[in-house]
């Protein structure tokens, strides 16, 4: 894994913390969180309006989506969205819906098709893969409509270190995304992603607030207890440092190999092997660097209830032998099924099912519970401004 000098730094400071009682990086005192935050509704209406809909936000791979025609619908924050390789070769984020009468192209789902064109199941209005209308069966009947203003209306989109960018309003600006990422920016190209394979995805709909999920993975303080009987053993002590970026945090844990890494000069320190590495890109993003494979996962609420849950993992090549494409199979059924699903989810879920019986009014937040203290803080700061 590349070692770019803020990754450098905190890998330094994981090892130096190693044999210490504490990080320098904790808070000075504990602090509290108000439960509100995970289920009321205007909360989540000013998420949604103010941060979700304002920034951009990652939608997954690019190499999802392999050559032209290739796309793939999918409902988020209440927006129909096909997402298309044109013939050209660009993604384009449209609005899933005809510009006639606003019928839905492709009915939502969670698997990539292919098309050459795009048409409406109720009156076969055709468009391009840019969205261009194309077709009007009964052309004649619309004497004064202007196709070119008839096109389905695109969302601003980047493609950024083999991810796909988006701002999910028509008028917004094209997003940019390295000043959005700042310093994150440069971990990601240092990282090499651009040339990684997207393996496979998994999509769920689970019964808990997004913040829940985002909380459990940006502290480790649950692994020993929460993980005992899956992963808990590949971190023994839960050591771990990290640093905010601006809205987004870096989260560097401590494997059961790091103790090697000391003998080591530093141009053979593995942050794979050593550590994993996690960047919880603001809002709802988190890239996990597992030894030899990288999870994405994007949280979008459905309501304050409801989270859409993605992970998508991708390699650093596609599998170049059945045994190595197993290995993979094997690891995402591991990480997604018996961590993610089977853990992490489940608990969100539990808490969540249990906001309503009053036994917390507000949640408490330890010092190295820092991570969570600072997510809510930006959020909150958001979605309270004029």
């Known amino acids: 894994m590349g070692l770019n000098p803020p990754i ?12 210490q009682s504490e990080g320098a990086d904790w808070d000075a005192t504990d602090s ?77 789902q969670e698997t990539v098709c292919r098309q050459s064109t795009l048409s409406c199941p109720y009156h076969a209005w055709t468009y391009e893969l840019d969205g261009a ?51 994150i920016d440069r971990d990601l190209a240092s990282l090499g992603l651009e040339g990684h394979h997207f393996f496979r995805q998994r999509v769920q709909r689970r019964a808990c607030n997004w913040k829940l ?61 050593h550590a ?6 603001f809002p709802n993003s988190l890239i996990i660097y597992h030894p030899d494979f990288t ?7 459905t309501d304050p209830g409801e989270v859409l849950f993605v992970h998508s993992l991708f390699t650093p090549h596609a599998p170049r032998s059945e045994k190595e494409r197993a290995h993979w199979e094997r690891s995402f059924d591991l990480i997604d099924g018996s961590v993610f699903s089977a853990e992490d989810l489940r608990i969100s ?13 507000r949640f408490a937040l330890g010092r190295f519970e820092q991570n969570l203290r600072r997510f809510h803080e930006h959020l909150a700061a958001l979605i309270n401004r004029d």
Not at 8 to 19: I, N, P, S, T
Not at 55 to 66: I, S, V, Y
Not at 295 to 301: I, K, R, T
Not at 349 to 361: K, M, R, T
């Open 133 to 183: 209308l194309r077709g009007i069966p009964g052309a004649e009947g619309f004497p004064c409509l202007q196709r070119a203003e008839r096109g389905l209306r695109q969302l601003p989109s980047a493609v950024r270190h083999g991810f796909i960018w988006a701002v999910l309003d028509p008028q917004a600006s094209a997003p940019d995304v390295a000043g959005f990422l700042g310093d």
């Open 213 to 273: 999920v985002m909380d459990a993975f940006q502290e480790v303080y649950h692994i020993r207890r929460l993980h005992a009987g899956s992963i808990a053993g590949y971190f023994p002590g839960s050591r771990f440092t990290a640093e905010g970026e601006g809205l987004h945090t870096r989260i560097l844990v401590g494997r059961e190999l790091l103790a090697q890494a000391q003998d080591l000069p530093e141009d053979q320190w593995d942050v794979r092997c």
């Open 32 to 108: 509290e969180l108000d439960c509100a935050v995970y289920h009321d509704p205007d909360i989540h209406r000013r998420e949604v309006d103010r941060v979700f809909r304002r920034m951009p936000l990652c939608l997954g791979r690019a190499d999802q989506l392999p050559e032209p025609g290739s796309m793939i619908a999918r409902d988020l924050l209440g927006l129909p969205l096909l997402i298309v390789r044109d013939r050209g070769g660009e993604i384009r984020v449209l609005l899933n819906v005809c510009r006639h009468r606003g019928a839905r192209l492709l009915e939502a």
């Open 295 to 301: 999870s994405h996962l994007g949280l979008f609420p």
């Open 8 to 19: 450098l730094g905190l890998f330094r400071r994981l090892l130096a913390e190693r044999d």
């Open 276 to 281: 994993t590495l996690t960047h919880a890109i």
């Open 349 to 361: 879920e539990q808490i969540q099912s249990a906001l309503g019986a009053g036994a917390n009014q």
